[in-house]
């Protein structure tokens, strides 16, 4: 199961899915303190800021984090829960729960699945760099990118929801 929430409902967030993982995609220097019961070596942080491309003074995500996000979260996937969140739960996380899904599912139609993303979260809207630089390393020949750019802008707000996607309810994606 694969859970996804703004920085503001965390520590609600993990207590009603009690995951077994964490991903904490934040802007650098932000601090993240989870409860003792998450292990530290199933606590990823990743951090950059959310931009759609590289802007000086800024740390734009790289090829590097998404490989890091894509060994973890596969890692996590096998043993257990994973909760992943960012500031708002709009950009960041929810471009890391579509590009894991697409990892772990990788019949999974992309177009399908980020069309499921919007009805799970109105509000998504899949940072366009994270997805472009996975599409490359999951070799998915811009269908990735193709579907984040016709999915469009989520309905405008401060905070994303917070939402599921179970993979045994994305099986009829397939």
Sequence with gaps: MLHVCPLSKLEDTL????PSHVLSLVSPGTEVILPAEIKPDHHLVLEFN??????????????AHVEQLL????GAAREGCLLVHCWAGVSRSTAAAYIITCATMPDTDERALAQHL????PVATPNPL????????????????????????????????????DPAALVELV
Excluded at 50 to 60: F, K, M, T, V
Excluded at 71 to 74: A, I
């Design 71 to 74: 060994e973890f979260s596969c």
């Design 118 to 121: 919007r009805k799970v979260s």
């Design 50 to 63: 959310d931009i759609a491309e590289p802007r000086e003074g800024l740390l734009a995500p790289n090829r």
């Design 130 to 165: 994270l997805i472009s630089l996975a599409d490359t390393l999951l070799q998915r020949n811009g269908r990735m990118i193709q579907s984040i750019i016709e999915l469009g802008r989520g309905a405008e707000t401060f905070e994303g929801n917070q939402f599921s996607l």
């Design 15 to 18: 207590t009603t899915a009690s």
